[in-house]
């Protein structure tokens, strides 16, 4: 068991390309830290070189108390998932398991005893003698994580593991990765495009935008206090709202406006705004802060004009206009009587307002 | 509109009569390029006196065959070309595999270098290197010998075949050896257990072409051997003489020098073909 510190790290491909700036992240012994970001932001980067497949440019990386940069992989006592499984294809499932452990001269016996742990939770006993390329994608992947379990490493690193499976396996697996976490709690490092495997698995979730971390804290935090407009539209689908919009005095209240829309902004968050006083800043709204409310009181609602119902079943998705802008609603009761062309009320809670400003982007 | 799915040549015919035509067509062009073939083997079953006139009579024999395998230098010359290509693809494929992954996987002076070194090899006409090789084989002494023959073979081995390996390792994904860099290889453990076994197909590829390469090798053979080492396509060459032209006899040792040629095309086919899709 070992916790991960990185600090200052960074990645230069030759002269032009700066993949990794700047990361400082300490990862708790025992914690999942799901690092997610648009494809190119750094975050397997960072994993390689936490696995030393990847050459630091400068800074550290400490696993433990021990420092690894100059380590090669094989002395770091990692286990790392890739995309595409990486089993070894000319060998059996159980020689696949077996590798690690034969590489440190462990007795064929002991082997035999952690593939039948390994085996037993993943439920790969009747897979042993068979070659990878008779799995199917999800089997592979269970073998893959199979093999980084029966080495019992100090840390998990899992570099895409569920991009290359269909949707539902997606799920499933998703859901074993969690269960694995919670049997045998290892620090593990999960890095994935989708906030969504991001946010169910990590304790903790790292947004990282152009080789910067942009913000680091739980899933629920990283939803509901996003630090900037990056991280706010990248957590959470449908996407946040953006609209650009003004800040007046209306009395001794706060109100934003934007054309076709006045809110007027609750105490709780009117402090941070009254700098803003006069002038122009974005407004975020979370698609499913949205409610139909014909009900509601003055200055939390507004009209918009329905454009596109999306029926999904379970609920409906509205995308609205107001003014120039366009505004998605999700979680419509799926029974609800929308068509397009109609015209509708939508309420907002004032504390479910994001501010963010226009240059820095930065949420205030 | 109709939707067409099948060439517009003989369109208008019966499908029964299209598909005779194109057997007919592909049988026209197996026997364009097996005709050499079939005329050789017919003139090695002649009579010294029917090889100029091989489309008639029916005298037929199989004296060359009996005649040439009389010949100890035959002998000697096939032994020897067995010898040199088993050697040649032997020492070629190890540092083909090797140079091959090395341009695969990894970027630097060191394999820019190699890269740029064989590429120029490539380029230089193959015949301007027998001269040069001659004297070098001279002033080291190894004019003549196995090793003065096998050398200048893996070197051009290597120029050709470090490309195709090149194209078999970036078919493979790498990601296979860094999973076995974490699990305790180090890099060397990590391409001989990892990508080797992987490429096998492809070595397997590679070892048949070698082989057929150095097997059917003329030109180095001709100026850097003797006397002292006969290869059969030299030896098979001196038929024709001061004293004349023996094609038949000719004939005779080409049919046998194909044989082996054939068997490892035929058998080492599945392998080139697999291995070259890889």
Redesign the interface.
């Known amino acids: 068991m070992a916790s991960i510190t990185l600090s200052k790290l960074n990645k230069h491909y030759g002269a032009l390309h700066h993949a990794v700036k700047d990361v400082d992240l300490t990862i708790a012994d025992r914690e999942f830290v799901a690092l997610v970001g648009p494809s190119g932001c750094g975050k397997s980067t960072t994993l390689r070189m936490i696995a030393g497949l990847e050459d630091i440019s400068s800074g550290e990386i400490r696993i433990g108390e021990r420092v690894v940069n100059h380590l090669p992989p094989r002395d770091r006592d990692v286990a790392m998932v890739f995309q595409n499984y990486a089993l070894y294809q000319h060998m059996s499932v159980y020689d696949n398991l077996a590798f690690g452990l034969r590489n440190k001269r462990v007795a064929e016996r002991e082997i035999k005893a952690a593939i039948d742990r390994a085996a037993e939770i993943l439920g790969l006993h009747d897979l042993l003698k068979r070659k990878p390329r008779q799995l199917s994608g999800g089997q592979q992947q269970r073998v893959a994580l199979g093999r980084c379990i029966v080495r019992n490493p100090l840390v998990f690193l899992f570099d895409e593991p569920l991009s290359n499976l269909d949707a539902k396996l997606r799920a499933q697996m998703r859901g074993e990765i969690k269960r694995l976490h919670a049997q045998l709690p290892t620090t593990s490092v999960f890095v994935t495009h989708d906030q969504v495997e991001a946010m169910t698995l990590g304790d903790r979730v790292v947004v990282m935008r152009d080789g910067s971390v942009q913000q680091v804290g739980t899933p629920l935090a990283v939803y509901a206090k996003p630090v900037n407009r990056f991280v706010a539209g990248f957590i959470g689908a449908p996407a946040m709202n953006f609209l650009d919009a003004t800040v007046s005095a209306v009395g001794s209240a706060l109100h934003v406006t934007a054309p076709g829309l006045d809110l007027a902004v609750g105490e709780e968050r009117a402090r941070g705004l009254t700098p803003w006083r006069g002038r122009r800043l974005v407004l975020g709204i979370r698609p499913e802060h949205l409610a139909l409310g014909d009900g509601g009181p003055l200055g939390r609602t507004f009209d918009a004009k329905v454009e596109v119902v999306e029926q999904l079943g379970s609920e409906m998705l509205l995308e609205v206009r107001v003014g120039r802008a366009r505004l998605t609603v999700a979680r419509v009761a799926a029974e609800a009587q929308v068509a397009p062309g109609d015209q509708v009320r939508l309420f907002v809670p004032s504390g479910r307002l994001h501010f963010f400003d226009p240059e820095s982007e930065a949420a205030f | 509109m109709p939707i067409v799915t099948q060439p517009l040549l003989f369109g208008r015919l019966p499908p029964r009569t299209r598909k005779l035509l194109f057997a007919l067509f592909v049988s026209a062009i197996c026997l364009l390029f097996a005709f050499p073939v079939l005329w050789l083997i017919l003139t090695s079953l002649r009579p010294e006196s029917g090889v100029y006139y091989v489309h008639r009579g029916t005298e037929f024999t199989l004296g060359n065959f009996l005649e040439v395998l009389q010949d100890e230098r035959i002998e000697q010359a096939f032994a020897n070309s067995a010898i040199i290509a088993t050697l040649a693809t032997f020492f070629s494929l190890l540092v083909t595999v090797s140079s091959g992954y090395m341009l695969s996987r990894f970027t630097g002076p060191a394999a820019r270098t190699w890269f740029g070194t064989i590429y120029v090899f490539r380029c230089v006409p193959y015949i301007s290197w027998v001269l040069p090789l001659y004297f070098v084989a001279q002033s080291w002494g190894v004019y003549d010998t196995y090793l003065g023959l096998l050398l200048p073979h893996i070197a051009v081995h290597i120029c050709f075949f470090s490309w195709l390996m090149k194209g078999f390792f970036d078919g493979i994904?790498p990601?296979?050896e860094?999973?076995?860099?974490?699990?305790?290889?180090?890099r060397w453990?990590a391409f001989l257990r990892?990508a080797l076994?992987?490429a096998?197909p492809a070595i397997a590829a590679l070892g048949v072409l070698c082989w057929l390469f150095t097997w059917n090798e003329f030109l180095f053979a001709l100026i850097l051997t003797g006397n002292r080492v006969p290869v059969i396509t030299v030896v098979m060459a001196q038929f024709v003489s001061e004293m004349g032209l023996r094609w038949n006899l000719m004939a005779a040792t080409a049919v046998m020098a194909l044989v082996p040629a054939f068997l490892l095309a035929l058998f080492g086919q599945k392998y080139v073909v697999r291995g070259l899709r890889l």
């Open positions: 994904d990601s296979m860094y999973a076995a860099l974490i699990d305790g290889c180090s453990g990892v076994p992987s096998i």
